[in-house]
Antibody, heavy 118, light 111 residues
Framework: QVQLVQSGAEVKKPGASVKVSCKAS????????IHWVRQAPGQGLEWMGW????????KYAQKFQGRVTMTRDTSISTAYMELNWLRSDDTAVYYC???????????WGQGTLVAVSS | QSALTQPPSASGSPGQSVTISCTGT?????????VSWYQQHPGKVPKLMIY???KRPSGVPDRFSGSKSGNTASLTVSGLQAEDEADYYC???????????FGGGTKLTVL
């Protein structure tokens, strides 16, 4: 069965970086884009970007350009999302999700809470 | 890219039907037949309910249906059940520069 398993919760100080991992299983990792979506406490979903695991190509939301980097390691079927220069308003649950088409995310990771606090 | 516009809340009684709207622009909802809807229960992971405007993934009840007219997409839940009470988010493809945008979410209450 398709599974996306994310790394555990993180607590970071403002200005630091965080790297969240997303390990895929149950399907061909290079066959589907991986998207990253975040959700601040009590707020809605916010799209951050995607990575094509086959080519390593990426597309980021304009809001995160220059601050986010998405990578992958095909040898271990794992995608990564690194966010730099963290601020308190980056406190959120970060999800990875597999896409089966434009804007269609069919399997999601369990989410990773990133808390940014001094 | 601005978020899609959804009503903050919607409600209906068990057995009734309710429709949630999702308004965008010709650059997203109106420009592509790539609108999806997600259901999220409190503390849970979002679940894909509708994609490509009106297609249902395997396992999603046919009580859930989607449609689109111009720049507005809609999710209709027929035969409301208690377990349908959740937050619903629409999303749309928005072109190659900023491929995906979400709506602000609608809290559906089953009275």
């Amino acid at each position: 069965q398709v599974q996306l398993v994310q790394s555990g919760a993180e607590v970071k100080k403002p200005g630091a970086s965080v790297k969240v991992s997303c390990k895929a299983s149950g399907y061909t990792f290079t066959g589907y884009y991986i998207h990253w979506v975040r959700q601040a406490p009590g707020q809605g979903l916010e799209w951050m970007g995607w990575i094509n695991p086959n080519t390593g190509g990426t597309k980021y939301a304009q809001k995160f350009q220059g601050r986010v980097t998405m990578t992958r390691d095909t040898s271990i079927s794992t995608a990564y999302m690194e966010l730099n220069w963290l601020r308190s308003d980056d406190t959120a649950v970060y999800y990875c999700a597999r896409s089966v088409g434009p804007a269609a995310l069919d399997y999601w990771g369990q989410g990773t809470l990133v808390a940014v606090s001094s | 890219q601005s978020a899609l516009t959804q009503p903050p809340s919607a409600s209906g009684s068990p057995g009734q039907s309710v429709t949630i709207s999702c308004t965008g622009t010709s650059s997203d909802v109106g420009g592509y037949n790539y609108v999806s809807w997600y259901q999220q229960h409190p503390g849970k992971v979002p679940k894909l309910m509708i994609y490509d405007v009106s297609k249902r993934p395997s396992g999603v009840p046919d009580r859930f249906s989607g449609s689109k007219s111009g720049n507005t997409a809609s999710l209709t839940v027929s035969g409301l059940q208690a377990e349908d009470e959740a937050d619903y988010y629409c999303s749309s493809y928005a072109g190659s520069n900023s491929p995906m945008v979400f709506g602000g979410g609608t809290k559906l209450t089953v009275l």
